[in-house]
């Protein structure tokens, strides 16, 4: 996952709006949105590694992970961050208390971020500083850096989803088109990550389009009071692949 924005309002009859993007090869194979065998979870799987990048288990639970892009620190033989959502999702740990175990291991992983929702409280850990973040209520997002570090697209797509009022919250094609931005950002504002120019302007979209490597998933998770709506589009580098609907 790589880019999610939110709406967190939990005096609302809708606490949760979460809309995401996850930008993977397509060459990884992946199994789209659908209700795991045995256990609570909905969500995409990662074929390769058998964990995911954004699930729910009932209304009252959503785990979400995007990694953080720093070459210098990443390690082929690390195991795989997917884990850290399936882990959460099929457990019965607070959200603050899931993170606290995670952080005390998280240096074993790639950097990530890794957002949580008990039903109570939202919770961030950003692993390379180990520290758990409980939010506010309103509106936040992750990229592929900490929590909140005004890429261009993060700013885009917190901005678009917070103009939405009304019935536009709950219009999926409202939420999607948001999601399928694919302007790359001026190159005065581009983040430097140690990538070629090149690559980080096609990586300052919202929506990533290339010979191998994409959006894969665009997700909407409305997380009401008893009540939950995922809604994933799927997407390979011929284009969409399909759309799973899933009410709990």
């Known amino acids: ?20 993007n996850r930008d993977e090869f397509y060459a990884r194979p992946t199994q789209a949105l659908h209700a795991w065998e045995a256990t609570p979870i909905v969500a995409g799987k990662d074929l390769q590694a058998g964990g995911s990048w954004l699930g729910v288990a009932g209304a009252r639970r959503l ?54 929702f008990d039903g109570d409280s939202l919770c961030g850990l950003q692993s390379q500083s180990a520290h758990v ?10 990229s592929n850096a900490g929590f909140g570090t005004p890429w261009p697209k993060l700013l885009m797509l917190q901005s678009g989803l917070g103009a939405l009022q009304g019935a536009q919250r709950t219009d999926t094609d409202a939420l999607f088109a948001l999601l399928a931005h694919d302007q790359s950002a001026p ?62």
């Open 1 to 20: 996952m790589c880019l999610i924005a939110w709406d967190w309002q939990p005096d609302a009859d809708m606490p949760l709006l979460l809309i995401a």
């Open 63 to 116: 785990a979400a992970l995007t990694n953080v892009r720093d070459l210098r620190h990443h390690r082929p033989d690390a195991p795989s961050r997917g884990a850290l959502v399936s882990g959460f999702l099929s457990g019965q740990q607070t959200a603050a208390d899931y993170l606290a175990q995670v952080a005390q291991e998280a240096t074993q992983f790639n950097p990530f971020n890794l957002l949580v």
């Open 133 to 142: 973040q409980h939010f506010a209520p309103g509106l936040g997002a992750v």
């Open 187 to 248: 190159d005065h504002l581009l983040p430097d990550t140690g990538l070629p120019p090149e690559r980080e302007r096609l990586l300052s979209r919202a929506f990533i389009r290339s010979a191998d490597y994409g959006t894969r998933a665009s997700s909407i998770v409305m997380l009401r009071r008893n009540s939950a709506e995922f809604t994933e589009r799927s997407f390979d580098a011929r284009g969409p692949t399909g759309q799973v609907r899933i009410a709990l």
